[in-house]
Protein backbone atom coordinates (compact mmCIF):
# COMPACT_ATOMS: atom_id res chain seq x y z
CA UNK A 1 0.00 0.00 0.00
CA UNK A 2 1.11 3.27 -0.90
CA UNK A 3 1.12 5.88 1.50
CA UNK A 4 2.05 9.53 -0.78
CA UNK A 5 -0.13 10.03 -3.49
CA UNK A 6 1.44 9.70 -6.59
CA UNK A 7 0.25 13.48 -7.74
CA UNK A 8 2.43 16.34 -8.31
CA UNK A 9 3.05 18.69 -5.41
CA UNK A 10 0.26 21.52 -5.75
CA UNK A 11 1.45 24.92 -5.78
CA UNK A 12 0.21 27.23 -2.96
CA UNK A 13 0.02 30.51 -4.75
CA UNK A 14 -3.76 29.75 -6.26
CA UNK A 15 -5.65 33.04 -6.00
CA UNK A 16 -8.76 32.68 -3.70
CA UNK A 17 -11.66 31.60 -5.77
CA UNK A 18 -14.97 33.62 -5.77
CA UNK A 19 -17.80 31.17 -5.67
CA UNK A 20 -20.06 33.62 -5.22
CA UNK A 21 -21.76 33.75 -8.02
CA UNK A 22 -22.61 29.59 -7.70
CA UNK A 23 -26.42 28.86 -7.59
CA UNK A 24 -25.84 24.86 -6.88
CA UNK A 25 -23.66 22.82 -5.48
CA UNK A 26 -22.54 21.00 -8.73
CA UNK A 27 -21.31 24.59 -9.89
CA UNK A 28 -18.42 24.03 -7.59
CA UNK A 29 -16.02 21.03 -9.29
CA UNK A 30 -16.12 23.11 -12.49
CA UNK A 31 -14.22 26.17 -11.08
CA UNK A 32 -12.48 23.31 -8.41
CA UNK A 33 -11.72 21.48 -11.59
CA UNK A 34 -10.44 24.15 -13.69
CA UNK A 35 -8.57 25.66 -10.66
CA UNK A 36 -6.42 22.78 -9.21
CA UNK A 37 -6.71 20.40 -11.84
CA UNK A 38 -4.19 17.33 -11.06
CA UNK A 39 -4.47 18.41 -7.13
CA UNK A 40 -5.38 15.27 -5.43
CA UNK A 41 -9.17 15.55 -4.19
CA UNK A 42 -10.14 12.19 -2.87
CA UNK A 43 -7.86 9.05 -1.89
CA UNK A 44 -9.15 6.02 -0.45
CA UNK A 45 -6.16 3.89 0.85
CA UNK A 46 -7.79 0.95 2.24
CA UNK A 47 -9.92 0.37 -1.21
CA UNK A 48 -8.55 -2.53 -3.31
CA UNK A 49 -6.97 -1.23 -5.76
CA UNK A 50 -6.33 2.00 -4.07
CA UNK A 51 -7.84 5.03 -4.89
CA UNK A 52 -6.50 8.44 -5.70
CA UNK A 53 -8.52 10.59 -7.74
CA UNK A 54 -7.21 14.11 -8.85
CA UNK A 55 -10.05 17.15 -8.91
CA UNK A 56 -9.92 17.12 -13.25
CA UNK A 57 -11.16 13.40 -12.71
CA UNK A 58 -13.30 13.62 -9.69
CA UNK A 59 -15.59 16.58 -12.18
CA UNK A 60 -15.43 14.28 -15.16
CA UNK A 61 -16.47 11.34 -12.86
CA UNK A 62 -19.20 13.06 -11.60
CA UNK A 63 -20.61 14.75 -14.65
CA UNK A 64 -20.33 10.81 -16.07
CA UNK A 65 -22.20 9.54 -13.28
CA UNK A 66 -24.91 11.99 -13.87
CA UNK A 67 -24.97 11.66 -17.81
CA UNK A 68 -25.71 7.71 -17.12
CA UNK A 69 -28.43 8.50 -14.74
CA UNK A 70 -30.28 10.90 -16.91
CA UNK A 71 -29.78 7.96 -19.77
CA UNK A 72 -31.87 5.28 -18.04
CA UNK A 73 -34.34 7.99 -17.46
CA UNK A 74 -33.81 10.35 -14.18
CA UNK A 75 -35.43 13.48 -14.71
CA UNK A 76 -35.47 16.96 -12.62
CA UNK A 77 -36.52 17.10 -9.44
CA UNK A 78 -37.27 13.30 -8.89
CA UNK A 79 -35.72 11.72 -5.58
CA UNK A 80 -32.64 9.08 -5.83
CA UNK A 81 -32.35 7.24 -2.39
CA UNK A 82 -28.51 6.47 -1.93
CA UNK A 83 -28.06 4.19 0.86
CA UNK A 84 -24.60 3.70 1.05
CA UNK A 85 -21.51 4.57 3.08
CA UNK A 86 -17.94 6.83 3.21
CA UNK A 87 -16.08 6.02 -0.28
CA UNK A 88 -15.05 8.24 -3.15
CA UNK A 89 -17.93 6.52 -5.12
CA UNK A 90 -20.62 7.87 -2.39
CA UNK A 91 -19.31 11.70 -3.14
CA UNK A 92 -19.58 10.93 -7.31
CA UNK A 93 -22.90 9.59 -6.67
CA UNK A 94 -24.06 12.29 -4.33
CA UNK A 95 -22.84 14.78 -6.63
CA UNK A 96 -23.81 12.97 -9.72
CA UNK A 97 -27.54 13.27 -8.50
CA UNK A 98 -27.54 16.65 -8.18
CA UNK A 99 -25.83 17.46 -11.17
CA UNK A 100 -28.73 14.99 -12.95
CA UNK A 101 -30.63 17.51 -11.64
CA UNK A 102 -32.36 15.14 -9.27
CA UNK A 103 -32.28 15.40 -5.35
CA UNK A 104 -30.91 12.02 -3.04
CA UNK A 105 -32.02 10.82 0.15
CA UNK A 106 -29.28 9.74 2.08
CA UNK A 107 -28.49 6.83 4.89
CA UNK A 108 -25.94 4.55 5.77
CA UNK A 109 -25.97 1.19 3.90
CA UNK A 110 -25.48 -0.27 7.50
CA UNK A 111 -28.99 1.51 8.91
CA UNK A 112 -31.60 -1.55 9.79
CA UNK A 113 -33.50 -2.73 6.91
CA UNK A 114 -37.18 -1.54 8.48
CA UNK A 115 -35.60 1.95 8.58
CA UNK A 116 -33.94 1.87 5.14
CA UNK A 117 -37.07 0.72 3.51
CA UNK A 118 -39.54 3.09 5.26
CA UNK A 119 -37.02 6.35 3.47
CA UNK A 120 -37.37 5.09 0.84
CA UNK A 121 -40.78 4.43 0.58
CA UNK A 122 -41.64 7.81 2.57
CA UNK A 123 -39.42 10.28 0.51
CA UNK A 124 -41.02 8.62 -2.52
CA UNK A 125 -37.80 8.01 -4.34
CA UNK A 126 -38.07 6.50 -7.60
CA UNK A 127 -34.48 5.09 -8.29
CA UNK A 128 -31.98 3.26 -6.03
CA UNK A 129 -28.30 3.17 -5.36
CA UNK A 130 -26.99 0.84 -2.79
CA UNK A 131 -23.12 0.08 -1.89
CA UNK A 132 -23.25 -3.35 -2.78
CA UNK A 133 -25.60 -6.17 -3.67
CA UNK A 134 -25.12 -7.12 0.09
CA UNK A 135 -27.21 -4.01 1.11
CA UNK A 136 -29.69 -4.51 -2.02
CA UNK A 137 -30.11 -7.96 -0.81
CA UNK A 138 -31.15 -7.10 2.80
CA UNK A 139 -33.52 -4.98 1.66
CA UNK A 140 -35.54 -7.87 0.20
CA UNK A 141 -38.49 -8.84 -0.35
CA UNK A 142 -40.36 -5.97 0.78
CA UNK A 143 -38.22 -3.79 -2.41
CA UNK A 144 -39.35 -5.55 -5.02
CA UNK A 145 -43.00 -4.29 -4.70
CA UNK A 146 -41.79 -0.74 -4.35
CA UNK A 147 -42.10 1.61 -7.24
CA UNK A 148 -38.27 1.44 -8.33
CA UNK A 149 -37.15 2.35 -12.00
CA UNK A 150 -33.66 1.24 -11.87
CA UNK A 151 -31.03 0.06 -9.19
CA UNK A 152 -27.53 1.38 -9.13
CA UNK A 153 -25.09 -0.94 -7.11
CA UNK A 154 -21.85 1.34 -6.34
CA UNK A 155 -19.54 -1.75 -6.13
CA UNK A 156 -18.30 -3.75 -9.45
CA UNK A 157 -20.16 -6.59 -8.34
CA UNK A 158 -21.62 -8.57 -11.40
CA UNK A 159 -25.43 -8.22 -11.65
CA UNK A 160 -27.24 -11.64 -11.67
CA UNK A 161 -29.26 -12.17 -15.20
CA UNK A 162 -32.19 -13.45 -13.65
CA UNK A 163 -32.71 -10.10 -11.34
CA UNK A 164 -36.06 -9.11 -11.46
CA UNK A 165 -34.99 -5.65 -11.28
CA UNK A 166 -33.06 -3.24 -13.54
CA UNK A 167 -29.73 -3.37 -12.13
CA UNK A 168 -26.81 -1.80 -12.55
CA UNK A 169 -23.44 -1.70 -11.31
CA UNK A 170 -21.11 1.00 -11.17
CA UNK A 171 -18.48 0.86 -14.21
CA UNK A 172 -21.92 -0.48 -16.46
CA UNK A 173 -23.59 3.14 -15.23
CA UNK A 174 -20.22 4.68 -15.90
CA UNK A 175 -20.06 3.26 -19.71
CA UNK A 176 -23.90 4.72 -20.34
CA UNK A 177 -22.43 8.23 -19.48
CA UNK A 178 -19.51 7.94 -21.49
CA UNK A 179 -21.67 7.60 -24.18
CA UNK A 180 -24.46 9.91 -23.19
CA UNK A 181 -24.81 13.56 -23.09
CA UNK A 182 -25.39 15.57 -19.78
CA UNK A 183 -27.91 18.02 -20.24
CA UNK A 184 -27.42 20.47 -17.27
CA UNK A 185 -30.22 21.41 -15.31
CA UNK A 186 -31.25 25.04 -14.32
CA UNK A 187 -31.11 24.88 -10.57
CA UNK A 188 -31.02 27.63 -7.61
CA UNK A 189 -30.40 28.58 -4.31
CA UNK A 190 -33.78 27.06 -3.21
CA UNK A 191 -34.12 24.27 -5.72
CA UNK A 192 -34.15 20.83 -3.12
CA UNK A 193 -30.44 19.43 -2.80
CA UNK A 194 -31.07 16.31 -0.40
CA UNK A 195 -33.61 14.78 2.13
CA UNK A 196 -31.81 14.06 4.80
CA UNK A 197 -33.86 11.70 7.39
CA UNK A 198 -33.22 12.41 11.48
CA UNK A 199 -31.20 9.97 12.63
CA UNK A 200 -34.50 9.41 15.73
CA UNK A 201 -33.54 8.81 19.21
CA UNK A 202 -37.35 8.57 19.34
CA UNK A 203 -40.08 7.93 16.87
CA UNK A 204 -39.92 7.16 12.46
CA UNK A 205 -37.03 9.80 11.04
CA UNK A 206 -38.34 12.93 9.62
CA UNK A 207 -36.80 13.84 6.48
CA UNK A 208 -34.97 17.10 6.58
CA UNK A 209 -35.27 18.94 3.17
CA UNK A 210 -32.11 20.90 2.54
CA UNK A 211 -31.99 23.08 -0.39
CA UNK A 212 -28.54 23.94 -2.43
CA UNK A 213 -28.72 27.31 -0.41
CA UNK A 214 -28.50 25.92 2.91
CA UNK A 215 -25.27 24.23 1.98
CA UNK A 216 -23.61 26.90 0.04
CA UNK A 217 -24.45 29.62 3.07
CA UNK A 218 -22.87 27.06 5.37
CA UNK A 219 -19.24 26.98 2.91
CA UNK A 220 -19.63 31.00 2.89
CA UNK A 221 -20.13 31.23 6.94
CA UNK A 222 -16.56 28.36 7.19
CA UNK A 223 -14.20 30.85 5.62
CA UNK A 224 -14.83 33.00 8.54
CA UNK A 225 -13.54 30.22 11.02
CA UNK A 226 -10.65 28.58 8.96
CA UNK A 227 -8.89 28.78 5.72
CA UNK A 228 -7.00 25.89 4.01
CA UNK A 229 -4.03 26.01 1.70
CA UNK A 230 -4.56 24.05 -1.49
CA UNK A 231 -3.25 20.46 -0.76
CA UNK A 232 -4.15 20.56 3.00
CA UNK A 233 -5.20 17.06 3.55
CA UNK A 234 -8.42 16.06 5.83
CA UNK A 235 -9.21 12.61 7.11
CA UNK A 236 -12.75 11.33 6.74
CA UNK A 237 -14.45 9.12 9.20
CA UNK A 238 -17.59 10.80 10.15
CA UNK A 239 -20.73 9.49 8.05
CA UNK A 240 -20.08 11.27 4.78
CA UNK A 241 -23.76 11.55 4.24
CA UNK A 242 -24.21 13.45 7.77
CA UNK A 243 -25.29 17.14 7.03
CA UNK A 244 -21.86 17.77 9.70
CA UNK A 245 -19.48 15.64 7.60
CA UNK A 246 -20.82 16.37 4.26
CA UNK A 247 -21.22 20.30 4.70
CA UNK A 248 -17.16 20.26 5.73
CA UNK A 249 -16.55 17.90 3.27
CA UNK A 250 -17.93 20.55 0.32
CA UNK A 251 -15.82 23.12 1.70
CA UNK A 252 -12.99 21.40 2.37
CA UNK A 253 -13.26 20.07 -1.46
CA UNK A 254 -13.58 23.66 -2.71
CA UNK A 255 -10.48 24.67 -1.08
CA UNK A 256 -8.06 22.43 -3.12
CA UNK A 257 -7.78 20.30 -0.04
CA UNK A 258 -7.65 15.88 -0.49
CA UNK A 259 -9.99 14.55 1.27
CA UNK A 260 -8.29 10.72 2.50
CA UNK A 261 -11.29 8.08 3.67
CA UNK A 262 -10.75 6.16 7.22
CA UNK A 263 -12.75 4.18 9.38
CA UNK A 264 -12.17 2.84 12.96
CA UNK A 265 -9.94 0.10 12.28
CA UNK A 266 -7.91 2.30 10.51
CA UNK A 267 -7.74 5.58 12.20
CA UNK A 268 -5.03 5.93 14.79
CA UNK A 269 -2.86 4.49 12.00
CA UNK A 270 -3.68 6.73 9.43
CA UNK A 271 -3.35 9.49 11.56
CA UNK A 272 0.52 8.90 11.52
CA UNK A 273 0.84 7.86 8.15
CA UNK A 274 -1.27 10.36 6.20
CA UNK A 275 -0.81 13.66 8.72
CA UNK A 276 -3.98 15.22 8.20
CA UNK A 277 -4.21 19.06 8.46
CA UNK A 278 -7.96 18.84 9.50
CA UNK A 279 -10.77 16.57 11.03
CA UNK A 280 -13.99 17.04 12.18
CA UNK A 281 -15.62 14.62 14.76
CA UNK A 282 -17.95 14.00 17.34
CA UNK A 283 -16.69 14.23 21.15
CA UNK A 284 -16.85 10.18 20.98
CA UNK A 285 -13.97 10.01 18.87
CA UNK A 286 -11.61 12.97 20.70
CA UNK A 287 -12.60 10.84 23.81
CA UNK A 288 -11.29 7.47 22.45
CA UNK A 289 -7.26 9.54 21.63
CA UNK A 290 -7.78 11.27 24.70
CA UNK A 291 -8.38 7.56 26.33
CA UNK A 292 -5.85 6.12 24.27
CA UNK A 293 -3.06 8.76 25.52
CA UNK A 294 -4.30 7.92 29.14
CA UNK A 295 -3.61 4.24 28.61
CA UNK A 296 -0.31 4.79 27.35
CA UNK A 297 0.31 6.89 30.46
CA UNK A 298 -0.87 4.64 32.83
CA UNK A 299 1.35 1.43 31.14
CA UNK A 300 4.29 3.99 32.29
CA UNK A 301 6.64 2.98 35.64
CA UNK A 302 5.04 4.37 38.62
CA UNK A 303 8.19 7.46 38.30
CA UNK A 304 7.63 8.24 35.08
CA UNK A 305 3.58 8.56 35.31
CA UNK A 306 4.13 10.46 38.32
CA UNK A 307 6.10 13.04 36.29
CA UNK A 308 3.03 12.63 33.31
CA UNK A 309 0.21 14.01 36.10
CA UNK A 310 2.73 16.80 37.17
CA UNK A 311 2.92 18.44 34.00
CA UNK A 312 -0.20 17.91 33.42
CA UNK A 313 -1.48 19.40 36.59
CA UNK A 314 1.25 22.45 36.34
CA UNK A 315 0.06 23.06 32.09
CA UNK A 316 -3.65 22.75 33.57
CA UNK A 317 -3.12 25.71 36.04
CA UNK A 318 -1.15 27.34 33.41
CA UNK A 319 -4.04 27.66 30.62
CA UNK A 320 -6.72 28.19 33.18
CA UNK A 321 -4.64 31.60 34.28
CA UNK A 322 -4.35 32.08 30.41
CA UNK A 323 -7.72 31.80 29.95
CA UNK A 324 -8.55 34.44 32.88
CA UNK A 325 -6.32 36.78 31.44
CA UNK A 326 -7.43 36.78 28.42
CA UNK A 327 -11.09 37.53 29.13
CA UNK A 328 -11.69 33.14 27.84
CA UNK A 329 -12.99 31.52 31.07
CA UNK A 330 -16.83 30.70 31.63
CA UNK A 331 -15.89 30.14 34.98
CA UNK A 332 -14.57 33.75 35.60
CA UNK A 333 -17.24 35.18 33.46
CA UNK A 334 -15.96 39.03 34.04
CA UNK A 335 -12.71 39.00 35.72
CA UNK A 336 -11.52 42.24 37.43
CA UNK A 337 -8.25 44.16 36.22
CA UNK A 338 -6.90 42.51 39.39
CA UNK A 339 -7.60 39.43 39.00
CA UNK A 340 -6.25 39.66 35.45
CA UNK A 341 -2.90 40.70 36.45
CA UNK A 342 -2.74 38.04 39.20
CA UNK A 343 -3.90 35.15 36.84
CA UNK A 344 -0.86 36.54 33.94
CA UNK A 345 1.37 36.70 37.30
CA UNK A 346 0.43 32.82 37.29
CA UNK A 347 0.68 31.86 34.09
CA UNK A 348 4.45 33.41 33.34
CA UNK A 349 5.46 31.79 36.53
CA UNK A 350 4.06 28.44 35.31
CA UNK A 351 5.27 28.92 31.59
CA UNK A 352 8.64 27.02 31.87
CA UNK A 353 7.01 24.22 33.17
CA UNK A 354 4.26 24.11 30.71
CA UNK A 355 7.51 24.43 27.87
CA UNK A 356 9.36 21.42 29.67
CA UNK A 357 6.16 19.47 29.67
CA UNK A 358 5.88 20.31 25.76
CA UNK A 359 9.51 19.05 25.17
CA UNK A 360 9.02 15.68 27.88
CA UNK A 361 5.42 15.22 26.91
CA UNK A 362 3.44 17.35 25.17
CA UNK A 363 4.69 16.73 21.45
CA UNK A 364 4.69 13.09 21.63
CA UNK A 365 0.90 12.69 21.87
CA UNK A 366 0.75 15.26 18.87
CA UNK A 367 2.94 13.00 17.07
CA UNK A 368 0.53 10.31 17.22
CA UNK A 369 -1.87 12.76 15.49
CA UNK A 370 0.45 13.14 12.78
CA UNK A 371 2.03 16.06 14.21
CA UNK A 372 0.54 18.32 11.62
CA UNK A 373 -3.19 19.27 12.68
CA UNK A 374 -4.16 22.68 11.82
CA UNK A 375 -7.25 22.20 13.21
CA UNK A 376 -9.97 19.48 15.03
CA UNK A 377 -13.50 20.73 14.58
CA UNK A 378 -16.22 19.03 17.12
CA UNK A 379 -19.98 18.77 17.04
CA UNK A 380 -22.24 16.56 16.94
CA UNK A 381 -22.70 16.78 21.32
CA UNK A 382 -21.18 18.91 24.07
CA UNK A 383 -17.73 18.03 24.53
CA UNK A 384 -16.85 17.62 27.96
CA UNK A 385 -14.64 20.12 29.79
CA UNK A 386 -11.21 17.85 30.37
CA UNK A 387 -11.04 17.05 26.78
CA UNK A 388 -11.52 20.36 25.99
CA UNK A 389 -8.62 21.54 28.79
CA UNK A 390 -6.64 17.89 27.48
CA UNK A 391 -6.37 19.51 23.67
CA UNK A 392 -5.38 22.84 24.41
CA UNK A 393 -2.20 21.54 26.97
CA UNK A 394 -0.95 19.25 24.42
CA UNK A 395 -1.31 22.08 21.99
CA UNK A 396 -3.75 20.64 19.33
CA UNK A 397 -5.75 22.85 18.13
CA UNK A 398 -9.41 22.08 18.42
CA UNK A 399 -12.79 24.11 17.06
CA UNK A 400 -16.24 23.26 18.65
CA UNK A 401 -18.91 23.70 16.96
CA UNK A 402 -22.98 23.72 17.19
CA UNK A 403 -26.28 22.75 14.56
CA UNK A 404 -28.83 20.46 13.91
CA UNK A 405 -29.42 18.44 10.96
CA UNK A 406 -31.89 21.05 10.20
CA UNK A 407 -29.94 23.68 10.22
CA UNK A 408 -27.90 22.10 7.47
CA UNK A 409 -25.92 21.94 9.96
CA UNK A 410 -24.10 24.66 11.59
CA UNK A 411 -25.38 27.65 13.31
CA UNK A 412 -22.09 28.13 15.98
CA UNK A 413 -18.76 27.56 15.69
CA UNK A 414 -15.36 28.90 17.95
CA UNK A 415 -12.88 31.00 16.22
CA UNK A 416 -9.38 30.14 16.18
CA UNK A 417 -8.56 33.77 17.61
CA UNK A 418 -11.40 33.50 20.49
CA UNK A 419 -11.66 30.17 21.21
CA UNK A 420 -13.73 30.21 24.57
CA UNK A 421 -13.62 26.80 25.86
CA UNK A 422 -17.09 25.44 27.32
CA UNK A 423 -18.88 27.06 24.36
CA UNK A 424 -19.87 26.91 20.64
CA UNK A 425 -19.01 30.21 19.55
CA UNK A 426 -20.84 32.68 17.99
CA UNK A 427 -22.93 32.51 15.17
CA UNK A 428 -22.18 32.03 11.71
CA UNK A 429 -22.87 35.62 9.53
CA UNK A 430 -26.26 36.28 8.64
CA UNK A 431 -27.24 33.68 12.35
CA UNK A 432 -29.80 35.04 14.71
CA UNK A 433 -29.69 32.97 17.91
CA UNK A 434 -32.21 33.71 20.41
CA UNK A 435 -32.93 32.67 23.98
CA UNK A 436 -36.87 32.36 25.45
CA UNK A 437 -37.61 31.24 28.22
CA UNK A 438 -39.33 27.66 27.12
CA UNK A 439 -43.54 27.92 28.51
CA UNK A 440 -44.20 31.44 27.22
CA UNK A 441 -41.63 32.15 24.48
CA UNK A 442 -40.69 35.51 26.03
CA UNK A 443 -36.94 36.40 25.17
CA UNK A 444 -34.61 36.44 28.29
CA UNK A 445 -32.07 38.53 29.33
CA UNK A 446 -28.39 38.27 28.12
CA UNK A 447 -26.60 35.43 30.46
CA UNK A 448 -29.92 34.02 31.31
CA UNK A 449 -30.83 29.77 30.22
CA UNK A 450 -33.39 29.06 28.16
CA UNK A 451 -34.47 27.29 25.03
CA UNK A 452 -32.08 28.01 21.72
CA UNK A 453 -34.35 29.76 18.71
CA UNK A 454 -32.54 29.53 15.88
CA UNK A 455 -33.16 32.06 12.25
CA UNK A 456 -30.50 31.63 9.13
CA UNK A 457 -30.13 30.99 5.50
CA UNK A 458 -29.48 27.78 7.22
CA UNK A 459 -32.04 26.60 8.52
CA UNK A 460 -34.21 23.80 6.36
CA UNK A 461 -37.21 24.19 3.87
CA UNK A 462 -39.31 22.29 6.37
CA UNK A 463 -40.01 18.49 7.27
CA UNK A 464 -40.94 16.14 3.80
CA UNK A 465 -44.43 15.84 3.85
CA UNK A 466 -45.71 16.76 7.43
CA UNK A 467 -46.84 20.61 7.38
CA UNK A 468 -47.44 19.93 11.23
CA UNK A 469 -44.38 19.24 12.24
CA UNK A 470 -42.54 21.50 10.79
CA UNK A 471 -45.01 24.19 11.74
CA UNK A 472 -43.99 23.05 15.11
CA UNK A 473 -40.43 23.54 14.32
CA UNK A 474 -40.32 26.42 12.72
CA UNK A 475 -42.89 29.73 14.02
CA UNK A 476 -44.29 32.23 11.60
CA UNK A 477 -41.06 34.73 11.97
CA UNK A 478 -38.73 31.86 10.81
CA UNK A 479 -37.37 31.25 14.14
CA UNK A 480 -36.27 27.37 14.44
CA UNK A 481 -36.86 25.70 17.71
CA UNK A 482 -33.76 23.49 18.51
CA UNK A 483 -34.63 21.60 21.86
CA UNK A 484 -31.56 22.92 23.40
CA UNK A 485 -30.98 24.57 26.48
CA UNK A 486 -29.00 27.43 26.79
CA UNK A 487 -27.44 31.14 27.22
CA UNK A 488 -25.51 33.63 25.11
CA UNK A 489 -22.34 35.36 26.25
CA UNK A 490 -22.12 39.21 26.16
CA UNK A 491 -20.02 38.54 23.03
CA UNK A 492 -22.65 36.20 21.45
CA UNK A 493 -21.23 32.95 22.16
CA UNK A 494 -23.75 29.94 22.82
CA UNK A 495 -22.89 28.18 26.13
CA UNK A 496 -25.34 24.93 25.67
CA UNK A 497 -26.40 23.43 28.89
CA UNK A 498 -28.55 20.46 27.67
CA UNK A 499 -31.39 19.05 25.71
CA UNK A 500 -34.87 19.86 26.60
CA UNK A 501 -36.15 16.02 26.08
CA UNK A 502 -33.02 14.91 28.04
CA UNK A 503 -34.27 17.01 31.17
CA UNK A 504 -34.49 15.21 34.27
CA UNK A 505 -37.26 16.13 36.34
CA UNK A 506 -36.88 14.39 40.04
CA UNK A 507 -40.17 14.03 42.70
CA UNK A 508 -39.23 17.51 44.30
CA UNK A 509 -39.43 19.71 40.59
CA UNK A 510 -35.80 20.31 40.30
CA UNK A 511 -34.54 19.68 37.05
CA UNK A 512 -31.11 17.72 36.32
CA UNK A 513 -29.56 17.90 33.07
CA UNK A 514 -27.99 15.19 32.40
CA UNK A 515 -24.81 15.39 30.16
CA UNK A 516 -23.05 17.67 31.89
CA UNK A 517 -23.27 15.37 34.84
CA UNK A 518 -22.20 12.81 32.56
CA UNK A 519 -19.58 14.92 30.90
CA UNK A 520 -17.93 15.33 34.50
CA UNK A 521 -18.17 11.24 34.94
CA UNK A 522 -16.12 10.08 32.60
CA UNK A 523 -12.90 12.07 33.71
CA UNK A 524 -12.56 9.17 35.41
CA UNK A 525 -10.44 6.53 33.63
CA UNK A 526 -12.87 3.84 35.10
CA UNK A 527 -15.32 4.94 33.41
CA UNK A 528 -15.81 4.82 29.45
CA UNK A 529 -19.44 5.27 29.41
CA UNK A 530 -22.29 6.68 31.62
CA UNK A 531 -25.96 7.44 31.01
CA UNK A 532 -27.85 9.26 33.98
CA UNK A 533 -31.26 8.16 34.73
CA UNK A 534 -34.29 9.80 37.94
CA UNK A 535 -37.28 10.66 36.20
CA UNK A 536 -39.67 11.41 39.02
CA UNK A 537 -37.55 9.88 41.22
CA UNK A 538 -35.64 11.25 44.74
CA UNK A 539 -32.70 11.58 42.98
CA UNK A 540 -30.17 10.68 40.24
CA UNK A 541 -29.36 7.39 39.30
CA UNK A 542 -26.68 5.95 36.45
CA UNK A 543 -26.23 3.01 34.44
CA UNK A 544 -21.63 2.69 34.11
CA UNK A 545 -19.95 0.47 31.05
CA UNK A 546 -16.73 0.62 32.70
CA UNK A 547 -13.13 0.65 31.17
CA UNK A 548 -12.35 -2.92 31.54
CA UNK A 549 -8.99 -2.48 31.11
CA UNK A 550 -7.93 0.33 33.41
CA UNK A 551 -10.08 -1.62 35.93
CA UNK A 552 -7.53 -4.44 35.50
CA UNK A 553 -4.75 -2.69 35.71
CA UNK A 554 -5.96 -1.28 39.04
CA UNK A 555 -6.97 -4.41 40.59
CA UNK A 556 -3.39 -5.81 39.68
CA UNK A 557 -1.31 -2.95 41.19
CA UNK A 558 -3.85 -3.21 44.35
CA UNK A 559 -3.15 -7.03 44.63
CA UNK A 560 -7.04 -7.83 44.81
CA UNK A 561 -6.78 -11.23 43.21
CA UNK A 562 -10.24 -10.16 41.71
CA UNK A 563 -11.28 -11.50 38.19
CA UNK A 564 -12.03 -8.71 35.98
CA UNK A 565 -14.05 -9.31 32.64
CA UNK A 566 -11.93 -8.82 29.43
CA UNK A 567 -13.62 -6.49 26.30
CA UNK A 568 -16.27 -8.46 24.48
CA UNK A 569 -17.41 -10.80 27.78
CA UNK A 570 -20.67 -10.97 29.43
CA UNK A 571 -20.10 -12.94 32.85
CA UNK A 572 -19.60 -10.22 35.17
CA UNK A 573 -17.04 -12.04 37.53
CA UNK A 574 -15.76 -10.03 39.95
CA UNK A 575 -17.61 -6.72 38.69
CA UNK A 576 -19.76 -6.45 41.43
CA UNK A 577 -17.38 -7.12 44.27
CA UNK A 578 -17.60 -4.08 46.92
CA UNK A 579 -13.89 -3.12 46.59
CA UNK A 580 -14.71 -1.80 42.73
CA UNK A 581 -18.34 -0.77 43.59
CA UNK A 582 -16.45 1.38 46.67
CA UNK A 583 -13.93 2.55 43.64
CA UNK A 584 -16.78 3.57 41.07
CA UNK A 585 -18.30 5.37 44.06
CA UNK A 586 -15.84 7.46 45.35
CA UNK A 587 -14.90 8.32 41.19
CA UNK A 588 -18.20 9.65 40.15
CA UNK A 589 -18.73 11.38 43.72
CA UNK A 590 -15.44 13.48 43.24
CA UNK A 591 -16.05 14.51 39.34
CA UNK A 592 -19.44 15.05 40.28
CA UNK A 593 -18.90 17.51 42.67
CA UNK A 594 -15.85 19.16 41.60
CA UNK A 595 -17.72 20.17 38.22
CA UNK A 596 -18.70 24.08 37.55
CA UNK A 597 -22.24 24.32 38.92
CA UNK A 598 -22.34 21.21 41.24
CA UNK A 599 -25.83 21.60 43.18
CA UNK A 600 -26.78 18.32 45.87
CA UNK A 601 -29.66 17.36 43.67
CA UNK A 602 -26.41 16.43 40.70
CA UNK A 603 -25.67 13.56 43.53
CA UNK A 604 -25.68 9.97 41.88
CA UNK A 605 -26.95 8.39 44.61
CA UNK A 606 -26.84 5.00 43.10
CA UNK A 607 -25.79 3.04 40.17
CA UNK A 608 -25.39 -0.25 38.11
CA UNK A 609 -22.45 -1.45 36.21
CA UNK A 610 -23.48 -3.32 32.60
CA UNK A 611 -21.02 -4.73 30.41
CA UNK A 612 -23.01 -4.35 27.05
CA UNK A 613 -21.33 -0.49 25.99
CA UNK A 614 -23.67 1.90 23.57
CA UNK A 615 -22.79 1.36 20.10
CA UNK A 616 -24.25 2.04 16.74
CA UNK A 617 -24.71 -1.79 15.95
CA UNK A 618 -26.68 -3.00 18.92
CA UNK A 619 -29.18 0.24 18.57
CA UNK A 620 -27.97 2.25 21.70
CA UNK A 621 -26.50 4.89 19.98
CA UNK A 622 -27.24 6.72 16.34
CA UNK A 623 -25.00 7.15 13.51
CA UNK A 624 -23.51 10.06 15.15
CA UNK A 625 -22.53 8.19 18.56
CA UNK A 626 -25.01 9.73 20.48
CA UNK A 627 -26.44 7.95 23.35
CA UNK A 628 -30.26 6.67 22.23
CA UNK A 629 -31.78 7.31 25.84
CA UNK A 630 -35.29 6.23 25.55
CA UNK A 631 -33.78 2.90 24.04
CA UNK A 632 -31.11 2.20 26.65
CA UNK A 633 -33.78 2.94 29.24
CA UNK A 634 -36.39 0.20 27.55
CA UNK A 635 -33.48 -2.40 27.70
CA UNK A 636 -32.55 -1.83 30.92
CA UNK A 637 -35.88 -0.86 32.57
CA UNK A 638 -35.22 -3.99 35.12
CA UNK A 639 -31.56 -2.67 36.47
CA UNK A 640 -32.83 1.26 36.54
CA UNK A 641 -35.91 -0.14 38.84
CA UNK A 642 -33.32 -1.82 40.94
CA UNK A 643 -31.13 1.42 41.64
CA UNK A 644 -34.16 2.87 42.82
CA UNK A 645 -36.42 0.10 44.77
CA UNK A 646 -33.21 0.67 47.05
CA UNK A 647 -33.34 4.25 46.99
CA UNK A 648 -37.05 4.86 47.79
Known amino acids: MSQTPSFPKPSLDFPNIDYTSVQSLPELWAIASKTFGSTLALHDPHSTPEVLISYRQLYQSIHQFAAGLQSIGVKANEKIALFA ?51 LNKLRPELDDLPINSVIVLSDEAINLDEPLRVLNF ?55 IRPDVGDRALSILPSWHAYERTVEYYLLSQGCAQIYTNIRYFKQDLKTHKPNYMVGVPRLWESIYEGVQKQFREQPPTKQRLVNFFLNCSQTYVVAKRIANELSLEHRHPSSSQRLRARAKSVLLAPLHALG ?24 SLARHLDTFYEIVNVPLLVG ?76 GWFDSGDLGWVTQKKDLVLTGRAKDTIVLSNGENIEPQPIEDACVRSPFIDQIMVVGQDQKSIGALIVPNLDALQQWAREKNLGLQIPIEGETERKDLDDGAIQKLF ?7 VQNRPGYRSDDRIAD ?8 TIENGLMTQTLKIRRPVVRDRYRGIIDEIFEKNR
Open 585 to 591: REEIKRE
Open 607 to 614: FRTILEPF
Open 171 to 225: QQLMERGENATLHLVPQTLDTLATLLYTSGTTGKPKGVMLAHGNFLHQMSGAKKV
Open 85 to 135: DNSPRWFIADQGIMTAGAANVVRSGQAERQELLYIYGDSDSTYLIVENLKT
Open 358 to 381: ELIVYKKVRAATGGQIKCLISGGG
Open 402 to 477: YGLTETSPITNVRRPERNLRGSSGPPLPLTEIRIVEPTTRQTLPQGEQGLVLIRGPQVMQGYYKKPEATAKAIDPE
